[in-house]
Each structure stands twice: as C-alpha cells, then as structure tokens.
C-alpha cells in the first residue's frame, strides 16, 4: 500500500442564510430548504392524486401513474385495455392517465403534471365508453377538487388537465 497524503480541499461553502437578520437569515432561505419544500410538496400531491385515482377506478374510470413512455403510446395502449373491459361486458367510462415524460418532469424539475384522458373508440371511431370526453374531464375535475389537488383546464376536451405543484400556481386555487 502506497502512502496517501491528505489533500485539504477549499471550503466553497457559501453563506447558507441562517446567520444575520432575522429567523430567515439575511438572504432568506437557501435552495436547499426550496428544494426540500419542493420535494415535499411533490409527494403531497403524488398521494392526492394515488386517492383520485383509485376513487376514479371505483367510479369506472381507467387510471393509471406513470403510463409508458409518452402520450401517443400511453392513448393507444389505454385505449386497447378499455376496448378489452368493454369487449368482456364492463362498464368503462373513460381513461385517464399521465405517462413517464410527465413522471419525469415532475419529479426532476418539479414542474406542473399533464393529466390526460380519453373515451374508447373503436377501430371505426366510434365511442364505446359511457363518457363523452368533456363529460370525463368534468368527473375526473369533480374528483380532484375532493382531493384537494390544485389544477388548471378550460373545459376543452382538447386540453389537458394541469395538475400545479409549483405552490405559487397552486395556492392561488383551482381553476376551471
């Protein structure tokens, strides 16, 4: 074994708020305590929208987190599974769901999460669910304002549904 030397590295440590004025520290407070309230803001919403769901599935609805890799794939593949329900006598009134693009965006840059969702249609474009899309937009609406999720949609059948998470976004109330 060689000799190893210890090498002192420079402290580059900032100034992280905490001393001098005030409780919040002259510059306020750190990125580090943003991120963490990020964070946990975050997994607030996460678990809110894991409640949303699962009464959405008991309501009919097709829900799934975290679903393939984009939209188009996430459509195709949700709009098959009901199709399937539908074909063995279910009653399915729609699908909702947000896929790994928006699991991405959320949880790596804390970024608001695109919830979208379709009636099933069968190869001759004829809907075969129980929900025009505007009708689902306003159950899966209806379900998150009992969950307390703060979201953004127009009422187009064309538009997604924002979840905020960003609190500025969220605290200033849902909207419709």
């Known amino acids: 074994m060689g000799n190893f030397g210890f090498v002192k590295i420079p402290d580059r440590r900032r100034d992280c708020g905490r001393s001098g004025a005030g409780a919040g520290g002259q510059y306020g407070r750190t990125q580090r305590e943003k991120g963490m ?97 505007k009708e689902l937009g306003d159950l899966v609406c209806e379900v998150f304002s009992r969950y307390g999720l703060a979201f953004e949609w127009n009422g187009s059948p064309a538009k997604a549904i924002e979840v905020l998470v960003n609190e500025e976004r969220a605290s200033s109330g849902v909207l419709q």
């Open 37 to 133: 309230d990020m964070n946990r803001r975050v997994h607030e919403v996460v678990r809110k929208l894991m409640g949303a769901f699962r009464e959405l599935g008991k309501l009919g609805v097709i829900a799934r987190h975290n679903f393939l890799c984009c939209q188009s794939c996430g459509a195709a593949e949700l709009n098959r599974i009901m199709i399937e329900k539908i074909v063995l006598g279910e009653e399915v009134k729609g699908g909702v769901f947000y896929h790994v693009q928006d699991n991405d965006r959320l949880f790596l840059e804390g970024g608001d999460l695109m919830i979208r969702y379709l009636e099933a249609v069968d190869d001759d474009e004829v809907r075969m669910s129980t929900l025009t899309v």
